[in-house]
């Protein structure tokens, strides 16, 4: 059995540097309409780490990915993205920016007129200067890596909504971006393709390192990604032996009534006494 | 139904105008700036022009042949019937000509537009566009605005054509005149203003026509419903705004041109 690479876990209260972490939230409130969805929000995505977002329905999950991306302008706070100040940067100036992040929706967002290959693809065809044999290479690479190489020419009404999923994951993969933001993966699948996704996701973290904001509802998809690993030589995902920690550190955050109520590893989320923490992840 | 007040309907409306006077400064604006989707626009301008042929034909061929019967009935009167050709071929390339095709076009392809980016808003496609690093302004509504303006120019002098052939078709079968002077009435009678209105109206009313329905399609909200609706309203705005607009531009271009 090959064993999980070695631990290093940064201090859990690392100042706030903006350029050095992956994501920052400093203040972020947004409403739309009469209702205040996210008020006075901070966190910090630091480099390297995943960040599970719980929350119950409504309670501005998933603005909180679009407002990362800079798809949603706060009413008030400031965010940045890989060092950037998102709130007062210009549209035209977010989508260099964008190129950096990618993002996996929660009804996929796949493009219905496009083939999978196209899809997949889109980021590279929009660069321009990416020679053909160079975008089927990537493509059929990060397709490879989904395990979908055979849908190629497939259309995404043609898939299952697992399937689409991970289409949606290889699209987002493909330019290997700094920042990943998943927004309910699993929602909706059934657990197996659940697990299947948490793998992919797992996978992406443990080979690529990458940063991860993840969206979800479901507490036991954020505890298996605490718990397990990515086993290359297998090409599965493993449980982590008891009592260690895996390379890339996961971190919790929970929103509630639009404020963060608690931002922690998932030791301190085990010890917290706050009885509506208590009663959400039992 | 729920009340709104007076103060936020007229912020709501001014809203929209603010929003539509930026989407259609920005479609143009974007002419000048890369990348430029040359295929995307090739592809829109096909599904716009090509589609819309047959539609454009059987409306201009069916509106000649009409004029051509309503005013025969009042030039025989005055004795003046070989005057027909004039005045179908004036009506034709000055006004109904742009018109019913600009409202033809607006009803199959501001719809069409409005549809496909509203169902793209509804399923975070727009949103996942932006996401990938793509302007959706820039792949989606420019493509769309250059294709209608140029398609809509042609299918005009198309329309206009075929229009003076359903003249052509009443003034030699029905009213027994001669097929070449109809034709050389038709064409002497046209001059310089006559051209340059009926080729400027197509011009103005395919930007209308594209961006009204990107408009709403891209401000659709609330699910297949709310597309539905965008839809409905992307043709109603656009064919209203074309008569307003022809009225405005046919008087406008009266003054410039110093023409009657």
């Keep these: ?41 901070s966190f910090q995505l630091p480099r390297g780490e995943t960040k599970a977002v719980f929350g119950a329905a409504g309670s501005g999950k998933s603005t909180l990915l679009k407002l990362a991306l800079g798809l949603l302008k706060p009413d008030r706070g400031q965010i940045y993205t890989l060092g950037q100040d ?52 990537r493509v059929r690479e990060v397709l490879r890596f989904v395990e979908l190489e055979h849908t190629l020419d497939k259309f995404p009404a043609e898939l299952s909504g697992g399937m689409r999923r991970r289409v949606a994951i290889a699209r987002a993969v493909i330019t290997q971006p700094e920042v990943l933001l998943y927004d309910s993966p699993t929602g909706g699948l059934d657990p ?29 998809d954020a505890f298996t990604m605490a718990t397990h690993y990515f086993d290359r030589q297998s090409n599965r995902m493993k449980p982590l032996p008891k009592g260690q920690r895996g390379e890339v550190r996961i971190t919790f955050l929970i929103l509630r009534d639009g404020k963060v109520i608690f931002d922690g590893d998932a030791h301190e989320l085990k010890e917290t006494k706050d009885e509506y923490i208590r009663e959400f992840i039992s | 139904m729920e009340l709104i007040s007076p103060a936020d309907f007229a912020k709501d409306k001014v809203l929209a105008i ?13 002419l000048f700036r890369t990348p430029r989707y040359l295929a995307d626009t090739i592809q829109q301008a096909d599904l716009i022009g090509v ?34 050709g004039q005045l179908v071929s004036t009506s034709m390339v000055r006004e109904l000509g742009p018109v019913l ?17 509203g169902s793209m808003v509804v399923t975070e496609q727009i949103d996942a566009m932006r996401a990938l690093g793509t302007d959706p302004l820039k792949k989606l509504v420019t493509p769309r605005v250059i294709a209608t303006v140029f398609m809509l120019f042609f299918l005009t002098i198309i329309s206009d054509l075929v229009g003076l052939s359903g003249g052509a078709f009443i003034a030699q079968f029905l009213l027994g005149l001669d097929s070449h002077q109809y034709w050389s009435n038709a064409y002497q009678t046209l001059v310089f203003e006559d051209v340059f209105m009926g080729l400027m109206k197509p011009v103005i009313f395919g930007f209308i026509i594209a961006t009204v329905g990107c408009y709403y399609g891209l401000s659709a909200k ?18 209203v705004l074309i008569l307003v607009l022809d009225a405005l531009v046919t008087r406008l271009l009266m003054v410039l041109m110093a023409y009657r």
Excluded at chain 1, 93 to 101: C, E, H
Excluded at chain 2, 223 to 232: C, E, F, H, L, N
Aim: no cysteine; net charge negative.
């Design chain 1, 1 to 41: 059995m090959s064993l999980p690479p070695s631990i290093s876990i940064a201090p859990a209260s690392a100042t706030a540097q903006p350029m050095n972490e992956a994501v920052v939230f400093e203040d972020v409130a947004i409403g739309f309409e009469d209702k205040q969805v996210l008020n006075g929000v």
């Design chain 1, 86 to 137: 998102i709130v007062h940067m210009k549209e035209e100036d977010l989508f260099a920016l964008r190129s950096r992040v990618g993002i996996v929706f929660q009804e996929s967002a796949l493009f219905d007129s496009l083939t999978v290959r196209e899809n997949v693809a889109f980021r590279l065809y929009e660069e321009g200067d990416v020679p053909e044999s160079q975008i089927e290479e």
């Design chain 1, 192 to 220: 197996v393709t659940s697990t299947t996704i948490i793998e992919l996701i797992v996978k992406q973290r443990d080979v690529y390192k990458t940063s991860a904001l993840l969206v979800t509802h479901r507490l036991q």
């Design chain 2, 18 to 30: 603010q929003d539509y006077a930026l989407l259609a400064s920005r479609s143009v604006g974007n």
């Design chain 2, 51 to 84: 589609g819309s042929l047959p539609v454009v034909v059987l409306t201009g061929f069916f509106t000649g042949l009409v004029l051509a019967l309503q005013s025969s009935n009042t030039l025989q009167r005055f004795g003046s019937l070989s005057l027909i």
């Design chain 2, 101 to 117: 095709t600009s409202l033809m076009v607006a009803g199959r392809n501001s719809s069409g537009m409005a549809s496909e980016l």
């Design chain 2, 222 to 239: 609330g699910g297949t419903q709310g597309v539905g609706r965008a839809t409905t309203q992307a043709v109603v705005a656009a064919s």
